[in-house]
C-alpha cells in the first residue's frame, strides 16, 4: 500500500529573544521557532511553510547575509549550544544548511553579525558569545575558518553590526554589549581594531542598524563624500540614539597628529550627554582617511527597553536630503516608525501596538518586501502585521501564531471541523480551515478560549462547542463556546449550519488574580468593541463575529470562552482527560507515586458529581485513559509498565483484566485500533498490538522501533506512531500482522518532521487528516493519502 503524505499546517511561536528573526528582499522572513528556524512567507496568507531542523539548542540569533556572488539568499542562525548554521536558497523559498560550525564551546549565542556584500569582509560572520568571547569566522563554500579574536573587555555582546566607510573600502564595525558604551572597530587591512567609543545611553545597548543617509557638505571639506553613514542604537534605557558618520579633513592638535583614544575617553564624563565628535582614522592600502562620529538625534518615544531597531530597505530619495526612515520595537509592545519632520527633527511618524498592554513586549520587528509592510512578534508567539494600502496609511493583517511553550496535547472536535491544542505556555488554541472564495482555503488559529495561570497538560471535547482541560493545579475546567464564537463559524464558512446563538453569552472575562473566565451575557454588549490600549486585566473578552482570519490581537483578547464548571477529587497535578464517544462522562487522573493516586476518576457530564468509585489498577501515574468506541470498555496504561482494562456494568466500570508488566519500562500511550484490539506504545522502543479474548486481551504482535514510542493513535486502518526524536511512523494494521508502509524521517522530509518528543498524534474522525504536537513548540497537520 502506497502512501502519500503532505504538511498542510505548520502553527509554532516566535522564541522570546532580540533579532532572533530577519526577512529576505522577496519578504521570506525567518523567525527562531524553540529548536526550529521556520520560515514565513508575507507576501501570502498560509502561514509558516517550512521549518529548518538541526540546532541542537534553542534558536537566539538570525540574521540575513546577501550571497556576494550569486546574489542568493542566505540566512545565519546560531543556537544556546553555540552552534551556528548557515541556511542557503536552494530554490524559491526553500533553503537547506550549507555549513555547521561550533563557533564557541558550550555557551549561548548572544550576538550575530554579517560583513557588507561589497566589502572585504563579504562572507563574514561575527559571532558573540555568552561568555564574553567574540570571533570573526571566514565562511567558504562548505567550511569556516577563524580570522580574529576581539576583546571586548569582558562585556556580554548583545549586537553586531558592519558597514562600509562612506569613500572607502574599510569596514566599520559597531558593538553593542552590556555597558553603556557602543565600540566602535575598525578594519585596517588584516583586522579590526578598537577605534573609539560612543557614550550617551545609560544602559544596556541591545540592537543597532547601519544604513546610509544624504551627506552633510562642509565648505572646507572640499572631497567630502556624497553619502554619509547613521547608526542607530536602541537601548534598555528606553532611548534610541543616532549617529552621524561622515567623511573630513585630518584634524590639527597642538602635537601635530591624532588624539589618543584614552585621551578622547577621558574628556567623555561617565553617563555624560555629549555631543563632542568623536575622529575615526582609517589605513587603508596606504591611504588614510579620517571621519567625525557625531550625534544626530535622540529618538524619545518608548516607555520601556528598545529591542530591535531596522532601517527602511529601499535607499531614499534622490530628491530627498532627509535618511530613511527607522523601525523600533520595545518591551513597552508598541512598535515605532521614526521620519525626520520639515525641520529636520525625528518623530515618530506611525505607531503599531498600544502602550501597556498583556503582551509583555514585542521583538524583532521588521520590515516587509519593498519597506511596503512591517511585522513583529510579540510575548504570546505570534507575529502582527501592517500593510501601507495608501501612503502613510497601515491596515492591520494577520500574521502567524503559534504556542511558544511545549504542546503537550490535541484533539479534533467530534465532526472534525477544527482542532483543538493545549501547551505549557498556559494556553488553549482552536485551530481550523478557513475557505476563500479568491484562492485557496488556509489553515489559521481562530480561537483563544483559555488563557490560563498554570501549564496546560491536556484537552478533550465533550461536545463540538464544549471541552474540558487540564493543568498543573487539580481542577479540571469545563468552557462553553460563546456566541461570537459559534456565529464566526458560520461567518468563515467553516460550519454551514450553525444554528440559534442567542442563549450563549456573548463571550467572557478574567478579574484581575483570577483563573476563571466568567461568561458575558448579551448585556455586555453596548459597544461593538472593546475600546483599544486598555490594560488586559480591565477588559472583557466579547467574542465578536469574525468573517476572515482573526489577528493575534482580536485572538489575546477577544476569543476567551466562559467557563461552565470545575471538576475535583484528585490529590495532585492533572495530568490526563478523556470523554466518552457519547459525551455522557470525563475521565480524569493525576500524578502519582503510589496506588491512593494513580486512579482514574469519572464524573457525569448532567451533573458533575461523580459516577461510581475511582477506577484503581496501577501503582503509578496513568499516563493515557481511553473509551473504546461504544464507551462499554475503559483502556488505561501507565508508568509502572502495565494496562487495565475496566468494563461497564449496570451502575459504574469495574476492573476486568490487565496486564501489570506489559513493557520493559513505561507506557505513554494507548489507543483502540478497533472493538477488539488496541495498541500501547513504551520508551522501551516498541508497539505492541494486543487482542481481546473472553477474559482479557493477548499479544498479537510487536512493532519494534529505533526510539522510544511517545504517542500512538490509529484510524482506518492506519497506526501513527510518535517517536522520542519527533520521528513519526504510519503502519498498516491488518488482523495478521502490522507492517510499516510509510516512515516520516528528519533527515529526509525537513519541511514536514518533528525535532521533539511528539506528546499527541490524532487522526480526524472524518477526514484523511493527522494532527501531532510535540515538545517542539509546534502544532502540525498533514494530509495522509493511501492507495492500495
Request: with cysteine; aromatic share 6%; hydrophobic share 35%.
Amino acid at each position: 500500500m502506497a502512501i502519500q503524505v503532505s504538511a498542510q499546517y505548520i502553527a509554532t511561536g516566535a522564541n522570546h529573544s532580540a533579532s532572533c528573526s530577519a526577512a529576505a528582499p522577496d519578504g521570506i522572513v525567518a523567525y527562531g521557532s524553540g529548536k526550529l528556524v521556520s520560515l514565513w512567507d508575507t507576501e501570502h496568507e498560509s502561514g509558516v511553510y517550512a521549518t529548518l531542523a538541526g540546532h541542537p539548542g534553542d534558536v537566539t540569533k538570525i540574521k540575513y547575509l546577501q550571497g556576494s556572488s550569486s546574489g542568493e539568499n542566505k540566512f545565519v542562525s546560531g543556537d544556546t549550544t553555540g552552534q551556528v548554521r548557515v541556511w542557503r536558497e536552494t530554490t524559491r523559498g526553500q533553503y537547506s544548511c550549507a555549513v555547521t560550525f561550533d563557533a564557541h564551546a558550550s555557551d549561548s549565542i548572544s550576538a550575530l553579525g554579517i560583513g557588507p556584500s561589497d566589502s572585504p569582509l563579504a562572507n563574514h560572520i561575527l559571532v558573540g558569545c555568552a561568555d564574553g568571547s567574540v570571533k570573526l569566522w571566514k565562511l567558504d563554500e562548505d567550511r569556516v575558518t577563524s580570522v580574529q579574536k576581539l576583546d571586548i573587555k569582558g562585556k556580554l555582546p548583545l549586537d553586531f553590526e558592519m558597514a562600509l566607510l562612506p569613500g572607502c573600502q574599510s569596514v566599520v564595525l559597531a558593538i553593542g554589549c552590556t555597558d553603556k558604551r557602543i565600540q566602535l572597530w575598525l578594519h585596517n587591512d588584516s583586522e579590526f581594531e578598537l577605534a573609539t567609543m560612543l557614550e550617551g545611553h545609560e544602559n544596556w545597548i541591545r540592537a543597532l542598524s547601519f544604513t546610509t543617509a544624504p551627506g552633510i557638505r562642509s565648505q572646507s571639506v572640499e572631497s567630502a563624500a556624497v553619502e554619509d553613514l547613521m547608526l542607530a542604537s536602541g537601548s534598555q534605557d528606553h532611548y534610541i540614539r543616532l549617529w552621524r558618520i561622515s567623511a573630513t579633513l585630518p584634524p590639527k592638535t597642538a602635537r601635530g597628529g591624532l588624539e589618543a583614544l584614552d585621551e578622547l575617553e577621558e574628556k567623555l564624563g561617565e553617563g555624560s550627554l555629549s555631543t563632542t565628535s568623536h575622529l575615526l582614522h582609517v589605513k587603508h592600502r596606504k591611504a588614510s582617511h579620517y571621519f567625525n562620529v557625531t550625534l544626530e538625534a535622540l529618538l524619545i518615544g518608548h516607555e520601556s527597553g528598545v529591542t530591535n531597531v531596522h532601517w527602511h530597505p529601499a535607499p531614499p530619495s534622490s530628491s530627498h536630503s532627509s535618511p530613511r526612515p527607522l523601525l523600533s520595537t520595545s518591551m513597552d509592545n508598541s512598535m515605532v516608525i521614526w521620519e525626520p519632520s520639515s525641520a529636520g527633527i525625528w518623530v515618530p511618524e506611525h505607531r503599531f501596538g498600544s502602550l501597556g498592554g498583556h503582551k509583555m513586549g514585542l521583538f524583532g520587528g521588521l520590515w516587509g518586501k519593498k519597506g511596503k509592510s512591517v511585522c513583529c512578534s510579540g510575548w504570546t508567539g505570534g507575529w502582527e502585521r501592517w500593510i501601507e494600502g495608501k501612503p502613510g496609511v497601515w491596515d492591520v493583517r494577520a500574521g502567524v501564531t503559534g504556542h511558544f511553550g511545549e504542546v503537550k496535547s490535541v484533539t479534533w472536535d467530534q465532526d472534525g471541523n477544527y482542532l483543538l491544542s493545549v501547551s505549557s505556555d498556559q494556553t488553549s488554541r482552536i485551530h481550523a480551515c478557513i475557505p476563500s472564495e479568491a484562492g485557496p482555503s488556509t489553515w489559521a488559529e481562530i480561537a483563544r478560549p483559555q488563557i490560563h495561570g498554570y501549564d496546560m497538560t491536556d484537552v478533550s471535547f465533550i461536545s463540538p462547542l464544549r471541552f474540558i482541560s487540564t493543568a498543573d493545579e487539580k481542577v479540571a475546567r469545563v468552557f462553553d463556546a460563546p456566541g461570537g464564537f459559534v456565529e464566526s463559524l458560520g461567518a468563515m464558512g467553516i460550519v454551514q449550519n450553525v444554528g440559534d446563538t442567542t442563549s450563549r453569552p456573548r463571550g467572557a472575562t478574567v478579574p484581575p488574580l483570577g483563573l476563571s473566565n466568567r461568561a458575558l451575557g448579551k448585556e455586555a454588549m453596548i459597544s461593538d468593541h472593546p475600546a483599544p490600549r486598555v490594560p488586559h486585566e480591565a477588559r472583557d473578552a466579547v467574542s465578536e463575529t469574525l468573517r476572515s482570519k482573526p489577528t493575534e490581537e482580536v485572538l489575546a483578547m477577544s476569543t476567551l470562552w466562559p467557563e461552565i464548571e470545575k471538576v475535583y477529587g484528585h490529590g495532585y497535578e492533572l495530568v490526563n482527560v478523556a470523554t466518552s464517544h457519547d459525551g455522557k462522562f470525563v475521565a480524569t487522573a493525576c500524578k502519582a507515586s503510589s496506588a491512593e493516586h494513580a486512579v482514574v476518576r469519572l464524573n457525569s457530564t448532567e451533573t458533575w458529581d461523580e459516577f461510581g468509585r475511582p477506577l484503581a489498577g496501577h501503582t503509578l501515574t496513568v499516563t493515557r485513559i481511553a473509551f473504546r468506541e461504544d464507551d462499554e470498555i475503559i483502556l488505561t496504561c501507565s508508568r509502572d509498565r502495565g494496562w487495565t482494562m475496566f468494563k461497564r456494568d449496570a451502575r459504574c466500570y469495574i476492573p476486568w483484566a490487565k496486564e501489570e508488566k506489559a513493557h520493559s519500562r513505561m507506557i505513554l500511550d494507548t489507543c483502540w485500533i478497533d472493538k477488539h484490539s488496541f495498541a500501547t506504545a513504551s520508551r522501551d522502543k516498541t508497539v505492541k498490538i494486543w487482542r481481546l479474548t473472553e477474559d482479557g486481551a493477548t499479544l498479537q504482535s510487536t512493532i519494534k522501533l529505533e526510539e522510544g514510542a511517545t504517542a500512538v493513535h490509529c484510524a482506518r486502518g492506519l497506526l501513527a506512531v510518535g517517536l522520542e526524536t519527533g520521528i513519526i511512523e504510519i503502519y498498516r494494521v491488518s488482523d495478521a500482522e502490522s507492517e510499516p508502509s510509510l516512515r516520516i524521517m528528519t533527515h529526509k522530509l525537513l519541511r514536514i518532521s518533528h525535532v521533539g518528543p511528539l506528546n499527541r498524534l490524532c487522526w480526524n474522525p472524518h477526514k484523511p487528516l493527522l494532527a501531532s504536537c510535540s515538545d517542539d513548540k509546534s502544532v502540525r497537520i498533514f494530509a495522509v493519502q493511501s492507495h492500495a
